[in-house]
């Protein structure tokens, strides 16, 4: 329950107290409480852009769907899903970070 917790906080994987994100889009190099490296690798963070696919689709299909439902245009739904995905831009970047070490974590602690 508190690793969920972490996730939902941005928390440290390891501590789960330490803030991952300093800012809205600038991340700590390191747990300030424990010291966990978070970037481990130069590009580690490609692999939060699965999350992020998946975090975007799981956003946006019921958007597509209540629209489709009420009879809307394509072309309605596609600037109507753009704009939402702009704006959610900055929750699926962190979170898909916050995820990504994570899972990280659990596959190989350090
Ligand atoms: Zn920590």
Not at 46 to 67: D, E, K, N, R
Not at 76 to 89: D, K, R, W
Request: glycine share 6%; with cysteine.
């Amino acid at each position: 329950m508190s690793k969920l917790f972490a996730i939902v906080r941005e928390r440290c994987p390891r501590c789960a107290t330490g803030p991952i994100f300093a800012g809205l889009f600038k991340m700590n190099r390191r747990c300030p409480v424990c010291g966990l490296e978070f970037e481990r690798e130069q590009g580690y963070f490609v692999g939060a852009m699965y999350f992020s696919y998946a975090l975007a689709i799981a956003a946006v299909l019921p958007i597509i769907a209540a629209m489709l439902l009420l009879g809307f245009a394509a072309a309605s739904i596609y600037i109507v899903s753009c704009l939402f995905l702009v704006a959610v831009s900055p929750f699926l970047f962190r979170f898909s970070r916050v995820l990504w070490i994570h899972l990280d974590q659990v596959i190989d602690p350090r």
